[in-house]
């Protein structure tokens, strides 16, 4: 089965996994990370990658990104790609890939996903046992909405806007939003979309962008009948595709949503 091309809806964010390859650490010191962070903030410059969340840990990294153009996102981590690991191989005296394969991504309904996936991203370090509570981790965009610092990385959505009239409001709904626990049941769903490379939204939502895609933005419903069968005997049961998804590079085709 072709793979399918990544899709890009113009102003819904995505949710970006990138992982170490065989979980090794892709950052030893602060040094690595800093530069990381340098790496992302000129490609999303470059590229029109507007960073709303991150996290960056030992052996992976996520963000909460909404591209403005169709490519925006896999330019953006193409660049980043090629400079980190030129310096972290050069740094470490190694040769090779230091991600385990292509990121993955899904593009999430902002309305309805937006503040789970941005919650779930900056308390990953805390959830990962990397640290003990969600602002004393460095290395993620958390402090930067609580007030703690200023992230110059970071392009605030409008949903982080609207919980308050003023910084102080916003930071402090913020974090009592995170104090909260997460359903569990959603955050494995969005884990799931983002490994799969489906989208995630309401039903409506998912309908509309299928129909301007002109392509299935989710996995078949498990336990179909089967597809009739030709002359040959070829044929296919929807429990074979069910659970495929895209995962090109994104470096060639992309679906868009107009």
Request: hydrophobic content about 35%.
């Amino acid at each position: 089965m072709a793979r399918l091309a990544r899709l890009y809806v113009p102003d819904q964010p995505q949710h970006v996994i990138l992982r170490g390859i065989d979980c090794q650490s892709a950052f030893v010191d602060d040094e690595d990370y800093a530069l990381f962070v340098e790496c992302l903030k000129a490609a999303s410059r470059d590229h029109r990658l507007a960073i709303h969340a991150y996290v960056l840990m030992p052996s992976a990294v996520q963000l909460l990104a909404t591209p403005r153009e169709e490519f925006s996102l896999p330019k953006a981590m193409q660049a980043v790609g090629r400079r980190y690991v030129a310096h972290f191989n050069r740094r470490y005296g190694r040769r090779g890939t230091l991600w385990e394969g292509r990121y993955r991504a899904t593009v999430i309904e902002a309305q309805r996903y937006f503040m789970l996936c941005s919650r779930l991203v900056e308390l990953s370090a805390v959830r990962e046992r990397f640290a003990s509570a969600a602002e004393d981790y460095r290395w993620s965009s958390y402090r930067h909405h609580i007030g703690v610092t200023l992230d110059p990385l970071i392009t605030d959505h409008p949903l982080y806007w609207a919980l308050g009239n003023t910084p102080f409001e916003r930071q402090h709904a913020y974090k009592e939003l995170c104090g909260q626990v997460l359903d569990e049941n959603a955050v494995n769903e969005l884990q799931q979309a983002t490994l799969k490379g489906w989208v995630l939204g309401g039903e409506t939502w998912r309908d509309g962008v299928a129909r301007q895609a002109n392509r299935r933005v989710s996995p078949l419903p498990r336990g179909r009948p089967r597809k009739p069968r030709d002359e040959d005997g070829h044929g296919e049961s929807s429990a074979q595709h069910a659970d495929d998804g895209p995962s090109d590079d994104g470096q060639g085709d992309a679906t868009v949503v107009r």
